[in-house]
C-alpha cells in the first residue's frame, strides 16, 4: 500500500509498555495496565512452567494453521490468549476490557454481555466486563459497507434481511470457536502533542461482539475479555484508523524481557533505524523469506524446502508465540551445531524441551544463531534468548521440532517471542516490508510528527514518571498519538 499523501490527516499513535506495580485509574490518564502471562523464568515445578509453554503454543498452533472458517469481515486468525494483554477503553462513558495485544490476527473483538460460553472469571486475576451494545454502540447491518467490503465472497451469508446484524464466526482447528456480530462504538486513546505532553482523543471503530464461545476460548483459567488485533486485514484496527487518515499504517513493538517493560508504537519510527525485508504477498500472516541459518557463524547445510514459501510453508513472525518452531530436520541439525562443543553433556527430554545442567556463562558458552532473510537482514538469536533457566543451573532449548506441535506446521519455521525479544521489530504495510535491530527495549525511541517534521523523543521510563515501579510485576501500555492535521484534502 501507497503512503498516504503528507497533506491528508493523521495521527501517529505509540502504544509504550512499562512495567509497574501500581497506577491512577486508566479512564482519566489513557495508560493502561498491561501483564505477561508467563514470566521468563518459569516458578514452580520443571515440567508445570514447560508444560504451560507448550500448552499456549499448542493451542495458539491449532488455530494459526487449522482450517478456518473465515469471519463476514474477512479477518485473520484470532489465537488463544496470549503472553501480553492490556486493558482498552470503549463506549460512552468509557469501560475497561482486558485483550490480548496480538500481531497475529485482525480484528479487535470483546465478549458481549449476556454471551453464551463466555467465562465470567478468569485464573489471571482481572475482573473480566462484557460489553453492552445497547449502551453506546450501533449495530453493523448486513447492507453496510464494513459487512460486504470484508466478506470474502463478497456477499455476507445468515442474512435474512439487509437490516440483519453482520454476523461473523471464526471455527479453529483444535475445535475452539467464537460467534457474534460486528458493531461500531468510540474506543478511547491519547495524543501526544509535544514532548511528555498528552490530550484525550477517541475515535469509532467497528469491531466483533461475541455472542459465543466454544472449546479453549470459554476456558476460565487464562480467560480474557477479547483480542485486539494488529493484521494486515482491512478490518483490523489499525486499517481502519488509517482509512480515517489517522495513523500510518506502520506498528512496531519492542519487548524488553530481561529488565522488563517496552514499546508498542503505531506511526513512524525515526529513530532507530532499521533495515527491512519483504514480506510475503497474498498470504495471512507477516510471512518473510528465510535464506539461510547459522551457528556461531556457520552456516547450516540445510533441505531446499526450508526456504519455500506456500500453503503450511515459509517462515512466519508472530510475537504472539512464545517459543520457536523448527521443521524436524532442521531442528536436529541446529541442536547438533549448538551442543557441538558440549557433546558430552546430558542432555534430558521435559514436555519435547531438550533440557540440561550447566553452571557457567551460557553467553559465553554458547554460540549465536543467526537467521539470514531476503535483502541482507540477519535477526540474531543470543543464548539467553533460545536457553530458559529453571532453576539449579538447569536450562531448556526454546528451539522445538514444530512436526510434535502440529501437523500442519511441520513444514514451517515459526519465529515467536523468544527471538525477537530486546529487539525493536518495526511493520511497515505502507511498503509491505518488516525489520528489526537488537535494541534496549526500556530506552527511548524517536517519533516524527508527519505534518510539522517534528522529532519527539519518547522514553518507555520518562513517560510515566510519577509512577511507582516494581519491574517484574506487570506491564503498562500507554496509548498516545502524535498531532497531525484534522484537514483532509
Not at 153 to 173: D, K, L, N
Amino acid at each position: 500500500m501507497a503512503p498516504a499523501p503528507r497533506a491528508s490527516s493523521f495521527f501517529s499513535v505509540l502504544l509504550v509498555l512499562l512495567f509497574a506495580l501500581s497506577v491512577e485509574r486508566a479512564a482519566a490518564t489513557g495508560v493502561f495496565q498491561v501483564r505477561r502471562k508467563f514470566p521468563r523464568h518459569g516458578g514452580g515445578g520443571v515440567a508445570e512452567h514447560l508444560a504451560a509453554l507448550r500448552r499456549h503454543d499448542v493451542g495458539r498452533h491449532g488455530r494459526l494453521l487449522g482450517a478456518v472458517d473465515l469471519p463476514l469481515g474477512g479477518v485473520g486468525l484470532p489465537t488463544a490468549t496470549g503472553l501480553y494483554y492490556t486493558q482498552i477503553e470503549i463506549g460512552s462513558p468509557p469501560k475497561g476490557y482486558y485483550v490480548q495485544v496480538d500481531t497475529g490476527s485482525d480484528i479487535l473483538w470483546v465478549n458481549c454481555i449476556r454471551c453464551d460460553g463466555c467465562p465470567t472469571r478468569s485464573g489471571l486475576g482481572i475482573e473480566l466486563t462484557q460489553y453492552d451494545p445497547a449502551g453506546s454502540g450501533t449495530t453493523v447491518g448486513c447492507d453496510q459497507e464494513f459487512c460486504v467490503a470484508n466478506s470474502p465472497s463478497g456477499v455476507p451469508p445468515a442474512c435474512p434481511s439487509t437490516s440483519s446484524p453482520c454476523q461473523f464466526r471464526i471455527a479453529y482447528g483444535d475445535g475452539s470457536s467464537t460467534t457474534g456480530f460486528y458493531v461500531s462504538d468510540s474506543v478511547q486513546y491519547n495524543q501526544v502533542s509535544g514532548n511528555g505532553q498528552t490530550t484525550a482523543s477517541n475515535a469509532s471503530i467497528t469491531f466483533g461482539c461475541g455472542a459465543q464461545l466454544g472449546g479453549d476460548l470459554g476456558s476460565s483459567s487464562q480467560a480474557l475479555d477479547g483480542i485486539l488485533g494488529f493484521g494486515q486485514a482491512d478490518s483490523s484496527m489499525l486499517s481502519q484508523l488509517a482509512a480515517a487518515r489517522k495513523v500510518r499504517k506502520i506498528f512496531a513493538h519492542c519487548l524488553d524481557t530481561v529488565r522488563g517493560g517496552g514499546i508498542f508504537a503505531i506511526g513512524n519510527v525515526v529513530q532507530p533505524k532499521v533495515k527491512t525485508t519483504p514480506l510475503v504477498q497474498n498470504v495471512t500472516h507477516y510471512n518473510v523469506n528465510l535464506q539461510g541459518i547459522s551457528v556461531a557463524g556457520a552456516t547450516l547445510q540445510l533441505p531446499s524446502s526450508t526456504f519455500d514459501s506456500g500453503d503450511s510453508k515459509g517462515t512466519i513472525i508472530d510475537s504472539g508465540t512464545t517459543l520457536a518452531y523448527l521443521p524436524k530436520e532442521v531442528y536436529r541439525t541446529l541442536l547438533t551445531a549448538v551442543f557441538d562443543k558440549y557433546q558430552d553433556l546430558a542432555l534430558h527430554n521435559y514436555q519435547d524441551f531438550v533440557c540440561f545442567q550447566f553452571s557457567g556463562s551460557i553467553d559465553d558458552g554458547f554460540p549465536v544463531v543467526t537467521f539470514s532473510f531476503e535483502g541482507d537482514l540477519t535477526l540474531n538469536v543470543y543464548p539467553h534468548d533460545y536457553l530458559f533457566q529453571n532453576g539449579n543451573d538447569l536450562y531448556c532449548m526454546g528451539f522445538l521440532d514444530g512436526g510434535v506441535q502440529t501437523k500442519d506446521g511441520k513444514d514451517m519455521v515459526l519465529l515467536g517471542d523468544l527471538v525477537l525479544s530486546n529487539k525493536l521489530v518495526v511493520y511497515d504495510l505502507e511498503k509491505q516490508v518488516i525489520g528489526w535491530t537488537d535494541y534496549n527495549c526500556s530506552s527511548s525511541i524517536k517519533i516524527e510528527d508527519d505534518k510539522t517534521g517534528s522529532v519527539y523523543t519518547v522514553d518507555a521510563q520518562n513517560i510515566s514518571a510519577g509512577w511507582r515501579f516494581q519491574w517484574h510485576k506487570s506491564l503498562i501500555l500507554l496509548l498516545v498519538t502524535t498531532i497531525w492535521s484534522c484537514l483532509m484534502l
